[in-house]
């Protein structure tokens, strides 16, 4: 019998936990709910128009403080809202505002979160360079120190 979490995204055929890989962590399973919840457009999700980032929707806007702070404000709430086991630590954006050696044109976005119930740090980075929806993960850290130190 297949013990696990939830379904591993992208799916794929697993002959051990039946017809689907499944998470085998609480941590794995959280972070792909947040990933889940960045790449989420509001309105896609049925029975709650309200669930969603929707990280790709600031792809062709202005990358301008404002933006960035939208990003941040929508990431903050919806966090809080729909995966409270997360506390966001920081959010960062990277650009030739702050980042030398980065064009005008290019976003990147580190988000530094805690999955509190588990005391474990962790790390999103969504690419500059990318669309914005395929999400990097940095160094698990566990009680705010990096793994394999």
Known sequence: MATGFGPSLPLTRSDEDGHY????????????DFKTLLKTNPGERVM???FGIGIRRFLFEPNLEQTWANIDSRIRSQVKTYIP????????????????????N???????FTIVP???RNT????RADSGVN????????AGVPSGI
């Open 21 to 32: 890989s499944l998470h085998k962590t609480v941590a794995a399973e959280i972070k792909e």
């Open 48 to 50: 709650d128009a309200n």
């Open 85 to 104: 086991a997360i506390r966001i630590n920081s959010i960062k954006f990277i650009s030739s505002d702050n980042f030398e050696g980065v064009h005008d």
């Open 106 to 112: 290019h976003l990147g976005i580190r988000i530094d």
């Open 118 to 120: 588990l005391k474990i």
């Open 124 to 127: 999103f980075d969504i690419p």
């Open 135 to 142: 999400i990097v993960e940095s160094t698990p850290l566990v």
